[in-house]
T-cell receptor
Framework: LAKTTQPISMDSYEGQEVNITCSHNNIATNDYITWYQQFPSQGPRFIIQGYKTKVTNEVASLFIPADRKSSTLSLPRVSLSDTAVYYCLVSNDMRFGAGTRLTVKP | NAGVTQTPKFQVLKTGQSMTLQCAQDMNHNSMYWYRQDPGMGLRLIYYSASEGTTDKGEVPNGYNVSRLNKREFSLRLESAAPSQTSVYFC?????????????FGPGTRLTVL
């Protein structure tokens, strides 16, 4: 099973762009990369998913290089409400890991 | 649609007591999952049911049993609760048991075992 590695925590300020990188060196050819967001006392919720290059939705962008051994979640102009834990998962790997705890400061 | 619902929201047990956590989804999903999340940690998969009538172990199944009662409901049972099972339990569902399908999570059950 593919395993992911993310930074444990990150700090940012309101209005900044935040990039969270996830390493998945053993990703398989048919694996997708999915990111979830979890607020305190809530279950995780889906943010974005991609296979290669770039995916963008109303919440975030996901950048995946050609070798697909890593991916970067980009959150544009973060606000205090983006303070949460962000998880990177690879297809069929149900292990959420510890995620990245993002703290947005005023 | 209520999505994924879990009961109870909170529970306190004494060591050795038993209880069942209930989960239901109204999205006509085929696959359902039980996770636990310890303070400051990520989620760990306890059991899952890829389809009605099947169940499989996840990372941390010891001390738990599950029942896929029907397509909508997936319960988690603690036969003899231990303090190490103090955690927040999340149920999730997906349309299919494939990695590209989004998992939808319930609000969680906060369990304390004294």
């Amino acid at each position: 099973l593919a395993k992911t590695t993310q930074p444990i925590s990150m700090d940012s300020y309101e209005g900044q762009e935040v990039n969270i990188t996830c390493s998945h060196n053993n990703i398989a050819t048919n694996d997708y990369i999915t990111w979830y967001q979890q607020f305190p006392s809530q279950g995780p919720r889906f943010i974005i998913q991609g296979y290669k290059t770039k995916v963008t939705n109303e919440v975030a962008s996901l950048f995946i290089p050609a070798d697909r051994k890593s991916s970067t979640l980009s959150l544009p102009r973060v606000s205090l409400s983006d303070t949460a834990v962000y998880y990177c998962l690879v297809s069929n790997d149900m292990r959420f890991g510890a995620g990245t705890r993002l703290t947005v400061k005023p | 649609n209520a999505g994924v619902t879990q009961t109870p929201k909170f529970q306190v047990l004494k060591t050795g007591q038993s209880m069942t956590l209930q989960c239901a989804q109204d999205m006509n999903h085929n696959s359902m999952y039980w996770y636990r999340q310890d303070p400051g940690m990520g989620l760990r998969l306890i059991y899952y049911s890829a389809s009605e009538g099947t169940t499989d172990k996840g990372e941390v199944p010891n001390g738990y049993n599950v029942s896929r009662l029907n397509k909508r409901e997936f319960s988690l049972r603690l036969e003899s609760a231990a303090p190490s099972q103090t955690s927040v339990y999340f149920c999730a569902s997906t349309l299919r048991h494939v990695g590209t399908d989004t998992q939808y999570f319930g609000p969680g059950t906060r369990l304390t075992v004294l």
